[in-house]
C-alpha cells in the first residue's frame, strides 16, 4: 500500500511539473503548416531550418534542418550539445580531433557543445536533420577554415 502511495504521490509531483501549454505532437517533414526559413548566413544559399518545439531563444528547443544533397555544410560551432536523428539523406559530419562519420538514415548523432566540426550532404537525397538543442540555438562560423 504504501508503494501505491508512493507512485501516486510522485504521479501527482510529476504531472504538476508540466506546462500547460506543452502539448503532444508529431510533425512530419512534409507538414504543410511548417516555416521553413534560411539558417545563418555563413552557410551557403539552399539550407533551411524550421522550429518545431520550444523557443529558439530559450533551453530545450526542437529543429529540423534541410539542405540539399551534394552540399557542403562549413565549419561551424554551437554553444548548445546537439542531439541528432538523421530524417533523410546521407551526411558525413567530421569534429575537430574525431574520425569523420556517416550517418544515415534513422541513425542517432550526438554533437559537444563547442566542438567545431563541419558536415557534407552525400548525393542522392536531400538531408533532413532533426536536431535537439539543450541551450538557446546559435551557430558560429569557425574562421579560417
Same mark, same amino acid.
Given at each position: 500500500?504504501?508503494?501505491?502511495?508512493?507512485?501516486?504521490?510522485?504521479?501527482?509531483?510529476?504531472?504538476?511539473?508540466?506546462?500547460?501549454?506543452?502539448?503532444?505532437?508529431?510533425?512530419? &517533414?512534409?507538414?504543410?503548416?511548417?516555416?521553413?526559413?534560411?539558417?545563418?548566413?555563413?552557410?551557403? &544559399?539552399?539550407?533551411?531550418?524550421?522550429?518545431?518545439?520550444?523557443?529558439? @531563444? +530559450?533551453?530545450?528547443?526542437?529543429?529540423?534542418?534541410?539542405?540539399?544533397?551534394?552540399?557542403?555544410?562549413?565549419?561551424? &560551432?554551437?554553444?548548445?550539445? +546537439?542531439?541528432?536523428?538523421?530524417?533523410?539523406?546521407?551526411?558525413?559530419? &567530421?569534429?575537430?580531433?574525431? +574520425?569523420? @562519420?556517416?550517418?544515415?538514415?534513422?541513425?542517432?548523432? /550526438?554533437?559537444?557543445?563547442?566542438?567545431?566540426?563541419?558536415? /557534407?550532404?552525400?548525393?542522392?537525397?536531400?538531408?533532413?536533420? /532533426?536536431?535537439?538543442?539543450?541551450?538557446?540555438?546559435?551557430?558560429?562560423?569557425?574562421?579560417?577554415?
Amino acid at each position: 500500500m504504501k508503494g501505491q502511495l508512493a507512485t501516486v504521490l510522485l504521479f501527482l509531483l510529476i504531472s504538476a511539473n508540466v506546462s500547460a501549454s506543452d502539448k503532444a505532437l508529431v510533425i512530419s &517533414t512534409n507538414d504543410k503548416s511548417l516555416q521553413w526559413g534560411a539558417c545563418p548566413a555563413f552557410i551557403p &544559399t539552399g539550407c533551411q531550418m524550421t522550429v518545431l518545439q520550444g523557443d529558439p @531563444a +530559450e533551453n530545450n528547443a526542437d529543429i529540423f534542418f534541410k539542405v540539399p544533397a551534394d552540399f557542403h555544410i562549413p565549419y561551424h &560551432t554551437h554553444t548548445s550539445r +546537439e542531439r541528432m536523428v538523421l530524417v533523410s539523406g546521407e551526411l558525413e559530419v &567530421t569534429y575537430d580531433n574525431h +574520425e569523420s @562519420a556517416t550517418i544515415k538514415k534513422g541513425d542517432f548523432a /550526438y554533437g559537444p557543445a563547442k566542438l567545431p566540426h563541419k558536415a /557534407y550532404c552525400k548525393k542522392g537525397d536531400d538531408c533532413i536533420l /532533426y536536431i535537439g538543442f539543450v541551450s538557446p540555438i546559435d551557430a558560429m562560423p569557425v574562421e579560417g577554415r
